[in-house]
């Protein structure tokens, strides 16, 4: 069984193969960084027309990389949501036509459902039951997961999701859009020991997350260490970097560890786009070697939004017959977890 997996939530642009007996046969990448850098985030109705010009081609690309034809392909998977609105229907109209002028069946897939199952893509894939932290820019979830579609969502932001707190704690700190991973960077220079930040909602009981506090208390900070050029130091900058993600990660790292005791499960699975952070995968690695549990992560390229995730996901669905064959175009920009509904 081959799945053609179409990945546009966003401002990536993927589209990978996935065949149940080989794995994983072809995996096309665009991202769309250079075109939003200039506007300092996201622009939506820019995003969307990329998308329009690249998701034919890379669909083209990737069954060459296969060696395949349409003719090969026995399912089409696409992200129906979350993610923004036009950017999912580019996906989903493709996605959609593509299935009906083929012949096979169109996969509605969720994205966070794709980030959850990415790990299964590796050599070594988690076993059932495990708690899931998804952390990326638009979301930050606890999710306590006994089986394929089996998904309980037990904590999550209450305002800023982890990725987003990074990129606007970078922005604050004058670095280039995405930030996150260039705050990350500075922060491997800072001193650990000159500034201290909260960790959020972790003195009170719930697995819930709350980073608007933390990312205040980091912007006030910066405006007190402006100097008299109205600038801030490289060390400066770099040492409250540090306290800011060690207190962001510190505070992933609790709600973790007490979803765990919760649950009484040794599996933690980490992925979304901050799960490539390095101090959390070291934090999260040592919490786990000390529980004698294991913690699984999707490899680099899989953290961000991908292809392949989605053609796994999808191969999922189509193997449970969970799939559509009417023309009916549908994307869900909110569709939470616990609303899918397997058959």
């Known amino acids: 069984m081959k799945i053609l997996g179409i990945e546009t939530s966003c401002d990536e642009t993927g589209v990978a193969i996935y065949d149940d007996n080989k794995g994983l046969i072809a995996?096309?990448?665009?991202?769309?960084?250079?075109?939003?850098?200039?506007y300092g985030g996201v622009v939506p109705e820019l995003a969307s027309r990329d998308h329009i010009r690249k998701t034919i081609p890379l669909i083209q690309s990737a069954l060459i990389e296969a060696n395949l034809t349409s003719a090969d392909i026995d399912g089409v998977a696409y992200t129906a949501g979350p993610g923004l609105i036009g950017a999912l229907m580019v996906g989903a109209s493709i996605g959609r036509s593509l299935a009906y002028a083929w012949n096979v069946p169109a996969i509605a897939v969720n994205?966070?459902?794709?980030?959850?199952l990415a790990p299964m893509l590796e050599e070594n894939p988690p076993e059932f039951p495990f708690i899931a932290l998804l952390v990326s820019g638009g979301h930050t979830q606890l999710i306590r997961v006994t089986n394929i579609g089996q998904y309980q969502l037990i904590g999550e932001s209450i305002d800023d999701a982890a990725g987003e707190a990074f990129d606007k704690t970078a922005k604050l700190l004058g670095l280039d859009y995405p930030g996150g991973a260039k705050l990350s960077k500075l922060a491997e220079q800072g001193d650990t020991s000159r500034f201290h930040f909260p960790r959020p909602m972790t003195d009170r009981p719930g697995l819930d997350f709350s980073f608007s506090g933390l990312k205040t208390a980091t912007a006030n900070t910066i405006y007190q260490n402006i100097n008299a050029n109205n600038t801030i130091d490289t060390q400066t900058k770099a040492d409250i970097a540090r306290a800011f993600e060690d207190a962001l990660v510190d505070t992933l790292v609790i709600k973790s560890r007490r979803a765990l005791d919760q649950s009484g499960f040794k599996?933690?699975?980490?992925?979304?786009?901050?799960?490539?952070n390095k101090t959390l995968r070291q934090k999260l690695t040592a919490l786990m070697q000390q529980r004698k549990g294991q913690v699984y992560y999707p490899r680099l390229d899989f953290c961000t939004d991908n292809g392949a995730m989605i053609a796994y996901a999808g191969m999922i669905h189509l193997k449970k017959a969970n799939v559509s064959t009417d023309l009916t175009i549908n994307v869900k920009p909110r569709w939470p977890l616990n609303e899918l509904v397997y058959f």
């Open 27 to 38: 995996n096309q990448l665009y991202s769309q960084i250079k075109l939003h850098a200039d």
């Open 111 to 116: 994205h966070m459902e794709g980030h959850l």
């Open 267 to 276: 599996h933690l699975v980490v992925a979304g786009g901050v799960s490539a």
